[in-house]
């Protein structure tokens, strides 16, 4: 148990569904995270969220869509989304922005069909 | 651009071996470096390191850093096979979030 909560774990969709991954950390943390884990590539950072407004946006296509209502929970809502697409989709916390260790949560690994 | 190299990309080993992960990086303003270890899940946190020539140690496993050379390694002593895993090397500088590594990819076999 990290702290950190994904779901879910698993989602196959076709690339014109609309479907969202959600995020929740128990930690009292101020930051909130979402990286792709692509095979043979490193960890990418994607958006982050600091006291629920977002702070970095790393060139993400649109198709990618972030939301953080509160300190504690962060969604990715996925719209028409291409096969290259699939990974796995990790959510991060950290007490501030660039604080260390980040925590990371299980993943939703996302298949694109 | 700030840049995280890891070698070998992936390992195979015989549990009992020693290993040796390499990591070198290229960033602004350096603050730490972190090691995490991947089995299929989250990353969960090895070791943070932000002073040269100390060596941070837990069991089997142990981490030094150059800030000269601008590398780390981290070490792992008499293997077993729960330590097949990814390793992954992370860099904080500046005030960006952490630039990681591709990773390395230990197998480790009876």
């Known amino acids: 148990e990290t702290g950190v909560t994904q779901t879910p774990r698993h989602l196959v969709m076709g690339m014109t569904n609309k479907k969202s991954l959600k995020c929740e950390q128990h930690l009292g943390h101020n930051a909130m995270y979402w990286y792709k884990q692509s095979a043979k590539k490193p960890l990418e950072l994607m958006f982050v969220?600091?006291?629920?407004?977002?702070?970095e946006n790393n060139s993400v296509p649109s198709r990618f869509s972030p939301e953080c209502p509160n300190s504690s929970h962060l969604f990715l809502h996925l719209h028409t989304l291409q096969p290259e697409d699939s990974a796995l989709y990790l959510c991060a916390s950290s007490q501030v922005v660039g604080g260390r260790p980040q925590h990371f949560g299980d993943g939703t690994r996302l298949s694109i069909l | 651009e700030d840049k995280v190299v890891q070698s070998p990309l992936s390992l195979v080993v015989h549990e009992g071996d020693t290993v040796t992960l390499n990591c070198s990086y290229e960033v602004t303003n350096f603050r730490s470096l972190l090691w995490y270890k991947q089995e299929k899940k989250a990353p969960t946190f090895l070791f943070m390191l932000?002073?040269?020539?100390i060596e941070k140690k837990s069991g089997r496993l142990s981490s030094i850093l150059d800030k000269k050379e601008l590398f780390s390694i981290l070490n792992i002593t008499a293997t077993q096979t729960g330590d097949s895993a990814i390793y992954l090397c992370a860099v904080e500088a500046g005030n960006t979030p952490l630039v990681f590594g591709k990773g390395t990819r230990l197998s480790v076999i009876a």
């Open positions: 932000t002073s040269s020539g």
């Open positions: 969220y600091n006291f629920k407004e977002q702070t």
